[in-house]
């Protein structure tokens, strides 16, 4: 796999929280966030050699994860996470209809998030937001760190007032702008995956994401990062003109890929 970026995180100062992601997108998710006293995957959707390799391209091992959290059983979320907690010992978490919505082996330390509350992992808050997906008992996540709050939403067909409320103020946010609804309906995908895909139980456009950001306060946001961006149902070019106008207050916008996700980005 080519690298197109080298992480310089050697020379940088350190960050009391920083993100960082593997990939982004329906071919595989994983975001790595690193904090004061650990560093967590949130999803894992690659194989356990993929993951290694694109860990090392950030500077880091499996062996540096403190955890895995998973936000739902999809394969692009799921695949490589019971292998790779295997692997090395991992306690992975999730919520008990992830864990039962499929047959993930033994896990070497199973973690049931309880009834979405929040939680805590070796300081780092960690606060469950349901999200409407299809899939068993989805989560999405805030977490928090030193007072700094990252937002992480991807996976969700609709905004419900409860992810509104839940998204607020944050600090950084990564944030699904899945497609374009115009690609989506005359794109290549069978009628009942667009049917799926565009509903309130599916993904958000790009559209939706705007709007999303236009309600909630971003008045702390020094990072938005856009991702889950469909490499068939919509374009880089698309989603910048749509998301562009309503970023323009945010200090750095970031946009995802599927093959190297994104370097670094320190909250500070
Ligand atoms: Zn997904
Ligand atoms: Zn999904």
């Not at 796999?1 to 998710?29: C, I, V, W, Y």
Request: proline content about 6%; charged content about 20%.
């Amino acid at each position: 796999m080519p690298e197109l970026f080298t992480s310089l995180d050697l020379f940088a100062p350190k960050a009391p929280l920083r993100f960082a992601s593997l990939g982004s997108g329906s071919r595989g998710n994983a975001t790595l966030v690193e904090w004061g006293q650990g560093a967590l995957l949130i999803d894992c959707g690659f194989s356990i050699k993929d993951t290694e390799l694109r860990l090392a391209r950030l500077g880091k091992s499996p062996r540096d994860l403190t955890a895995i959290l998973v936000t739902h059983e999809h394969s692009d979320h799921i695949k490589g996470v019971a292998p790779l907690a295997r692997r090395y010992k991992l306690p992975v978490y999730m919520t008990p209809g992830t864990w039962h919505s499929r047959d993930l082996g033994d896990l070497p330390e199973l973690k049931l998030i309880q009834s979405y509350t929040a939680f805590e992992l070796n300081g780092l808050v960690i606060r469950p937001i349901a999200v409407p997906h299809d899939a068993r008992e989805p989560a999405q996540f805030v977490v928090e760190y030193a007072g700094l709050r990252l937002g992480i939403l991807t996976d969700l067909g609709s905004i419900t007032p409860h992810v509104e409320a839940a998204y607020q103020a944050c600090d950084a946010i990564l944030l699904e702008a899945n497609h374009d609804p115009f690609m989506l309906a005359s794109g290549p995908y069978p009628y009942s995956l667009k049917q799926r895909v565009g509903g309130q139980w599916g993904h958000l456009s790009n559209q939706q994401a705007a709007g999303f950001l236009q309600r909630i306060d971003t008045q702390r946001l020094q990072h938005l990062v856009v991702a889950h961006i469909s490499q068939k149902n919509n374009s880089l070019e698309i989603a910048r003109a749509t998301l562009g106008p309503v970023t323009q207050s945010v200090k750095q916008v970031t946009y995802a890929c599927q093959d190297q996700g994104f370097d670094w980005l320190a909250v500070v």
